[in-house]
């Protein structure tokens, strides 16, 4: 359970999001769930773990700004329409902004896709001027969206998925994060755990952690 006043509010965002785009319901809790593994894996302490749990879970929350035609477009995107899709960091700020409960990830919801080499969006940050949160979240979220079957492709292996990540670590991804999502899976036999057992517990029971169906 992430302990603060807004839970309702962002249980509620988090909803509606799913509601906009069916395909990637529970996307955002199994991103809470890998963000929240990698940062006890970093030894982030117990109160920014949360934080980043937190921001994880409505990393996406700006897509709920995002045409439909455009989010639920099934085939490749072009250019105009990716430009679109590359809004939804700042939108989800800025619809966090309007409420109160939220000041502690407005950054990391913000920064979700930047990469460690300054090649990612919004502003082309890099290293540790990005906030930590991001670049946890950065791992997590890349991790599910390569294992999660899609349209156009079947879902990644665990195992394949952790050595794309690997490959793109001090790229993509803060080497610091993605090895600790490397170990976490080592320690799982290169296979994320089921919910609800070294991932925290926050998934509801049934929400598949992984489809390991590649
Ligand atoms: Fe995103």
């Known amino acids: 359970m992430i302990l603060n006043p807004s839970f309702g509010l962002a249980e509620a965002l988090a909803e509606a999001l799913d509601a906009r785009d069916g395909y990637t319901a529970g996307h955002s809790l199994r991103v809470a769930e890998y963000a929240e593994a990698i940062a006890r894996e970093i030894d982030v302490p117990l109160a920014e773990t ?14 709920i700004g995002i045409p439909d035609a455009v989010l639920l477009k ?28 939220f000041e502690s990830i407005l950054d990391a919801v913000e920064l979700h896709h930047e990469n460690y080499n300054g ?32 349209s156009y492709r079947p879902a990644f292996s665990a195992e394949t998925a952790a050595d794309v990540i690997l490959a793109g670590s001090g790229a993509d991804y803060d080497p610091k994060c993605a090895w600790a999502l490397l170990r976490i899976l080592r320690r799982h036999g290169n296979r994320a755990p089921s919910p609800g057992a070294a991932f925290g517990g926050l998934l509801p029971a049934g929400t598949p952690a992984l489809q390991l169906t590649a």
């Open 50 to 63: 949360e934080t980043i749990r937190l921001a994880a879970w409505l990393h996406d929350v700006g897509k």
């Open 119 to 150: 090649t990612g969006y919004p502003y082309g940050l890099a290293g540790e001027v990005i906030p930590l949160a991001a670049r946890v979240i950065r791992v997590a979220d890349a991790f599910d969206a390569m294992t999660t079957h899609r």
């Open 74 to 101: 099934p085939g490749p995107l072009t250019a105009e329409e990716f430009g679109l899709i590359k809004l939804h960091p700042q939108i989800g700020r800025r619809i966090l902004e309007r409420a109160h409960g």
